[in-house]
Structures are given as structure tokens and as C-alpha cells.
């Protein structure tokens, strides 16, 4: 039995072995490689904003409103006369360390109801999935309006009304893996000899969810921008006039013909980080695929 637990344990990513084929398996996807190569440069020059960008982004210059671009303001200006330019790289790093907290209170809040019901089931089970269910009657972006609505807008107000609403994925997919692990011979083994429940839960099955939940997280950092920037659009997270890309997406709505810049640059930082943290998701997902393991 002790040689069975250590061999599943080994199969379920104990070695350093199983890291390193996961990664080689990830270094062949193009679409991954390219989607960490986009996400590595818009997080890396977005951190560096302040270094990097020319202009504040709350510098006001009514001479150069509505510039497009050129030298000396490569995104153009916006009505105020506020750098573009500017403006994306820091609203880019409030977007994605925003979608990353947000993702981190809904593994937070999701994870533990999950363990819970996947692994001691009976009324507990009952209880979570129903709460789960409501929460799931309500389209994302609907529940996180609501959840606003009753904490009032502001950015961390938007990061946990985020977090909330991507809650229920994780919980329903921690549920699901653990009623197929808790069943697994390894487990079975762990009790065997001795092994607390706290310490099966814990130790083995936690453990042997990190592939899925690392894989869901980056699918959910795509939603959490979408989730956000939409909230920020409608003004309900971030308020004028800090630079983040969905907000700097309404300010440019109503100049869409003779200011065209103003909008696409930040939608266009929305749809390349998105679309790379998909890219990402898929190749995480190949490389740790079980069935691929062979």
C-alpha cells in the first residue's frame, strides 16, 4: 500500500520529472509560447510604466487635445490633451493587477467550499451546490453589477464584486475533482495507514489539484479583465481621471470619428492579454493533461 501511495503521488506531479515534461509538452505549443511572450511584454511595460512612460498621466496640455499619433505621442492625446500613450501603460498595470486579485479571492472563496463538498458530501454538499446554483443564475457581469450596487462603486469594491462572480467556477470544478480523487487508490492508501482527513485533504488531494486549478486561473484572468474593464467602462470602478482600460474605453466612446486613438489602444491592450491568457490556458491544459502523461 505505502509503495502504491508514493508511486500515484509520483504520477500526480512529485517528481521533478512530470515539471519538466509538462514543460517540454508547453514548449511545443506556438500558440502558448506566443501568447507568454505577449503577456510577458504587457506586464513587464506596464509594471515599468512609471520609467518608461513619457508623459504623466494626469497631465492636462488643452493645446494638444485630440492629436493624433505622431512622434512625441505615439498614441495620440486624448480631449484633455492627456498622452495615450501614457495613459495605456498605467491604466494596463490597474487592469491586470486588479484582474489578478480579483482571481485570487474567487480561488480563495471558491476552493475551500469545493473541498468541502467534494470530499464529505451528504447535507454540506446539498448546502454549497445550492448557494453555487444561485450564484449562477445570474450572468457574470449581472452579479457583479449587483454585488456594486450594494458595496458602491470604487476600484477594490470591483475587485472583490469580480472575484465573487468567478467564484463559482472554482467551486464547481474543485467539487467535481474531488469526488474523483477522494475514490482514487492513493487516497484510499493514506487512510490505510492512518492518515487524518484534515491531512488527506491537505496533503494529497490539494496537491493534486494544482494542475486544474492553475489551468482554470489563467482562463479566469481573461474573464476577470473582460469582467472589470467592463465594470470600469460603465463607471462603477475606477473613477475620472485615473487611467485604466476600460474606463479610458468610455472616455473615447464619443470620440470614435475624430478620435479614433483614444479607445483602440486600450481596447486593443484588452483583446491581446485576453487573447494571450487563452493561448496560455490551452497550453497549460495540453501540458498537464493526464491522458498526455505517457
Given at each position: 500500500m505505502n509503495k502504491e501511495l508514493v508511486a500515484n503521488w509520483l504520477l500526480r506531479g512529485g517528481s521533478s520529472a512530470y515539471w519538466i515534461s509538462a514543460f517540454r509538452r508547453f514548449r511545443k505549443n506556438k500558440g502558448a509560447l506566443v501568447g507568454l511572450a505577449v503577456v510577458t511584454v504587457i506586464f513587464v511595460s506596464c509594471s515599468l510604466a512609471p520609467l518608461i512612460a513619457p508623459y504623466d498621466p494626469l497631465l492636462m496640455d488643452p493645446e494638444s487635445n485630440l492629436q493624433s499619433p505622431r512622434v512625441g505621442h505615439l498614441f495620440g492625446t486624448d480631449r484633455f490633451g492627456r498622452d495615450v500613450f501614457s495613459r495605456t501603460l498605467f491604466g494596463g498595470w490597474k487592469?491586470?493587477?486588479?484582474?489578478?486579485?480579483?482571481?485570487?479571492v474567487a480561488a480563495l472563496l471558491g476552493i475551500i467550499p469545493g473541498l468541502i463538498a467534494g470530499f464529505y458530501g451528504i447535507w454540506l454538499d446539498s448546502v454549497i451546490s445550492r448557494l453555487v446554483d444561485i450564484l449562477l443564475a445570474f450572468p457574470g457581469i449581472l452579479l457583479?453589477?449587483?454585488i456594486i450596487?450594494?458595496?458602491g462603486p470604487g476600484i477594490n469594491n470591483a475587485m472583490i464584486a469580480v472575484g465573487i462572480s468567478l467564484t463559482p467556477s472554482y467551486v464547481r470544478l474543485v467539487r467535481s475533482e474531488v469526488m474523483s480523487l477522494k475514490e482514487r487508490t492513493f487516497v484510499e492508501a493514506a487512510r490505510a495507514l492512518g492518515a487524518s482527513q484534515a491531512r488527506i485533504i491537505g496533503k494529497h488531494i490539494l496537491r493534486n489539484l494544482m494542475e486544474t486549478i492553475i489551468v482554470l486561473s489563467t482562463v479566469e484572468l481573461g474573464w476577470a479583465i473582460v469582467i472589470g474593464a467592463s465594470l470600469n467602462f460603465l463607471g462603477m470602478g475606477v473613477q475620472p481621471p485615473t487611467p485604466e482600460w476600460g474606463a479610458d474605453l468610455a472616455l473615447g466612446r464619443d470620440f470614435l470619428k475624430i478620435g479614433w486613438w483614444i479607445s483602440i489602444f486600450p481596447g486593443l491592450?484588452?483583446?491581446l492579454t485576453i487573447l494571450s491568457f487563452n493561448l496560455i490556458g490551452d497550453g497549460l491544459r495540453d501540458a498537464l493533461d493526464p491522458k498526455l502523461r505517457r
Open positions: 487592469t491586470l493587477k486588479a484582474a489578478l486579485l480579483a482571481v485570487g457583479a453589477l449587483t450596487a450594494i458595496l491592450g484588452i483583446m
